[in-house]
């Protein structure tokens, strides 16, 4: 198993959609035990962890808007269910003996610390793993934006996008068998070709910070961790 790793501290991005399992919805604990484990993986080589988890489990607020509900009520609403999906993964991570902070965009004292930079950076340094949550706190942002937000602020050395396939293709390898990953691909051919790595103001900021996103498959076991170890395939957005 490789145990070398040239990374000091890095932000792992899931969609809450990683979390729920073959289930249509919600929270699948064994899933969810399943990343934890990848996570603590990664976290025995010495690597300083970030995490943000989307919310698409639970609730969208383009789905809410989409049936009538107020545009911001129904954002705060998706960045209420990333708070979930946070405190299943703190729960999971702690339960396998990995300290953890939940740390929340919106305050909510009782279950959450509020986002404090420094005091997030000096988790890090005592090597809990700070799971970021309620997105950037405001509406119209997405959880992908959240991240590279969250990586910039800590000085991550990249951002980990953990997603159901083993990179970046120049079309869906799902629908398409003769579909071509690319090894390496720029910030701003992302955003031309509208290729599906993050959404277009995550890319953008990203860019502009020079901060390298890390597409890889969180289905291969111990796929996190073979790829900080520069094992496996994987895209660089660069
Ligand atoms: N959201 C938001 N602001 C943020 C992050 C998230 O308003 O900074 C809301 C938004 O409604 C979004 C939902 O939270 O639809 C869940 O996040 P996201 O869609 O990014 O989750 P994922 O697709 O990664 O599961």
Known sequence: ??????????????????????????????????????????????????????????????????????????????????????????SSLESLGVFTRVISAIRMDEVAEPYIRRRAVRHLEKKRVCIFAAGTGNPYFT????????????????????????????????KFPDAKRYDRVSYDDCLAKHLKVMDASAIALARDNSLPIIVFSLDEPGGFRGILAGQGTYTTVH
């Open 143 to 174: 959880t992908d934006t959240a991240a590279t937000l969250r990586a910039n602020e800590m000085a991550c050395e990249a951002i980990f996008k953990g997603t159901k396939v083993d990179g970046v293709y120049d079309k869906d390898p799902v």
């Open 1 to 90: 198993e490789p145990s070398q790793t040239t990374f000091k501290r890095v932000l792992l991005k899931i969609s809450g959609e990683a979390l729920m399992g073959d289930q249509g919805y919600g929270l699948h604990p064994p899933t969810v035990e399943r990343i934890a484990r990848e996570v603590q993986s990664v976290h025995q080589m010495g690597v300083e962890i970030c995490m943000v988890i989307g919310g698409g489990n639970i609730f969208r607020g383009l789905a809410g808007s989409a049936q009538g509900m107020e545009r911001t009520t129904a954002d705060y609403m998706g960045m209420l269910a990333t708070v979930m999906n946070a405190l299943a993964m703190q």
